[in-house]
């Protein structure tokens, strides 16, 4: 009668016919207690699912920290981002050569060109300096991609505190010449549009009264015209 000296148990079974969705993959844990926390885990994760510890593969010699799954997951949204943001880069550098040629051909001298800071954010040009005292607007050349055309931005001339407007706003002048850029630092942004009145409750109510009013007075106008 032979003896097996290497019997397999019901439970040796089990985990060697698991398949390999059961597989917890991890990096190696030396001197990484983040590692060596998930990997406690994983061994809970095991044990609730009647698993030995052989069924955590510890796969990642290399030392990456993420399952090959989600690396390559993780470099294909880095490629999109870096696809969008080199469309975004052509775009603003295309806006500041269309700026700054149109201009030239007016005869305007910026005192900073329009450009891009190399990762797709595109700078206006920089035509006139603000004047506090003189309540003069600083001017800047943009471009609304709407109309395809090189606009006039101003930024209020009052002090951080003061101001009644940030940043850049579009400019009443449209830029046709030089004058423009004169006119667009005396005369400041488009005018905010001011909203509608809304009518009170009360002349809402008269409304509706009114119009059923004239609705059965057209009832009985029809009814009363019957032969």
Known sequence: MSTDTNPTTEQDSFEEEQPAR???HLSPLEENPARFHQREKALEYARGYGLGEHAIEDS????????PWLAQAEAEVDAE?????????ELAVEFASIINRRLAQLGITPITPAGSDGQGHFAPAFLAASDE????YAVYAGFDEEEGAVTLLVEDYRRQGQREFHGLKLAVEK???VRNVLYARRNGPL???KPKPQPSRDAQAIVGALDQLTAAVDSLARIVSRP
Do not use: F, H, I, Q
Not at 133 to 136: L, S, T, V
């Open 22 to 24: 059961y597989l917890v």
């Open 60 to 67: 990642w010699a290399t030392g990456d920290t993420l399952p």
């Open 81 to 89: 981002r870096a696809e969008s943001d080199r469309m975004d880069e």
């Open 133 to 136: 005292e003189e309540r003069r």
């Open 175 to 177: 830029l046709v010449d």
């Open 191 to 193: 005018p905010t549009p």
